[in-house]
């Protein structure tokens, strides 16, 4: 027996049948309730819930980088739009202020054809930092054909004169100064006064004589008299009028038609004033 061919080859003809069984196993399956399938039936019971882990940590895992590249996304979108938005709102108020703007240069301009003089449009940039003057500065000077003692309209009505000017900007007197003055009339009265501003605040109708009808809501006006204001142009309108005391003269509070904090820009009148009629004289 030792000497056969199947004794010699025993070893390599067990491993081919064992091959062939393993083959056979693995194509064909085995069939249920067989006992060669119990380890395998063992085997697949205890993975299950190691793949059944493995399959939800990988399924969560994919949920997490879906939702994290979704977050991202809507955190970039989110930016583009607020960068949007705040873009908007700034072209809108940059739109808001070009009208407001134009609409004050339209009014400065109708001012300009009624008045019928040489004027020149200004910004106003800046103002008396120290209070102890009241004074507004302008983005034009000299070059721009401005010289001190100029007036300086708003649309509203009078603003002040020129007191001095460099190349580039102008420095302006308002009337609400203590060393401002100019003349104008009651139009309902035609009772006339200087114009003065006062040191604490506001402006007053100086040196009207007692007699004259003088009422609160009357409107002032300049009369042209003094050189430098055109006749007819609003000052104010009479806040109070006081009799008491022993003087010559009423005690007139104007309230100035102008806010003056509130300019952005004024007219400057580069033209001669025209003297008035000589009826205004009287």
Same mark, same amino acid.
């Given at each position: 027996?030792?000497?056969?061919?199947?004794?010699?080859?025993?070893?390599?003809?067990?491993?081919?049948?064992?091959?062939?069984?393993?083959?056979?196993?693995?194509?064909?399956?085995?069939?249920?309730?067989?006992?060669?399938? !119990?380890?395998?039936?063992?085997?697949?019971?205890?993975?299950?819930?190691?793949?059944?882990?493995?399959?939800?940590?990988?399924?969560?895992?994919?949920?997490?980088?879906?939702?994290?590249?979704?977050?991202?996304?809507?955190?970039?979108?989110?930016?583009?739009?607020?960068?949007?938005?705040?873009?908007?709102?700034?072209?809108?108020? &940059?739109?808001? &202020?070009?009208?407001? &703007?134009?609409?004050?240069?339209?009014?400065?301009?109708?001012?300009?054809?009624?008045?019928?003089?040489?004027?020149?449009? !200004?910004?106003?940039?800046?103002?008396?930092?120290?209070?102890?003057?009241?004074?507004?500065?302008?983005?034009?000077?000299?070059?721009?054909?401005?010289?001190?003692?100029?007036?300086?309209?708003?649309?509203?009505?009078?603003?002040?004169? /020129? /007191?001095?000017?460099?190349?580039?900007?102008?420095?302006?007197?308002?009337?609400?100064?203590?060393?401002?003055?100019?003349?104008?009339?009651?139009?309902?009265?035609?009772?006339?006064?200087?114009?003065?501003?006062?040191?604490?605040?506001?402006?007053?109708?100086?040196?009207?004589?007692?007699?004259?009808?003088?009422?609160?809501?009357?409107?002032?006006?300049?009369?042209?008299?003094?050189?430098?204001?055109?006749?007819?142009?609003?000052?104010?309108?009479?806040?109070?009028?006081?009799?008491?005391?022993?003087?010559?003269?009423?005690?007139?509070?104007?309230?100035?038609?102008?806010?003056?904090?509130?300019?952005?820009?004024?007219?400057?009148?580069?033209?001669?004033?025209?003297?008035?009629?000589?009826?205004?004289?009287?």
């Amino acid at each position: 027996m030792k000497g056969t061919f199947l004794w010699r080859n025993r070893v390599l003809l067990s491993a081919g049948a064992l091959l062939v069984i393993s083959l056979h196993l693995l194509t064909t399956g085995l069939n249920r309730g067989d006992y060669a399938a !119990a380890p395998a039936l063992a085997m697949l019971e205890v993975m299950r819930p190691v793949q059944a882990a493995a399959a939800h940590l990988g399924d969560g895992a994919c949920a997490i980088v879906h939702n994290y590249l979704d977050l991202v996304q809507v955190q970039q979108e989110n930016t583009r739009l607020r960068a949007k938005i705040a873009q908007l709102e700034t072209q809108q108020a &940059e739109i808001a &202020e070009l009208k407001t &703007e134009n609409q004050h240069l339209g009014e400065l301009l109708e001012l300009h054809d009624a008045l019928g003089l040489n004027a020149v449009a !200004a910004n106003v940039i800046g103002s008396d930092a120290t209070g102890l003057s009241h004074t507004l500065i302008l983005g034009q000077g000299s070059l721009s054909g401005l010289r001190p003692g100029m007036a300086v309209l708003s649309n509203l009505g009078v603003v002040g004169r /020129i /007191i001095d000017t460099s190349k580039h900007a102008a420095r302006v007197l308002l009337i609400d100064d203590h060393n401002s003055a100019l003349d104008g009339f009651d139009e309902r009265s035609r009772a006339r006064g200087i114009i003065a501003g006062v040191v604490d605040d506001g402006i007053i109708m100086k040196y009207v004589d007692r007699s004259e009808d003088l009422k609160p809501g009357d409107t002032i006006v300049t009369s042209g008299l003094d050189g430098i204001f055109p006749r007819g142009l609003l000052v104010g309108t009479v806040a109070s009028v006081h009799r008491e005391g022993p003087g010559l003269f009423l005690a007139v509070q104007v309230r100035p038609a102008v806010d003056f904090h509130a300019l952005e820009q004024v007219l400057i009148v580069t033209q001669q004033t025209p003297s008035p009629p000589p009826d205004v004289r009287g």
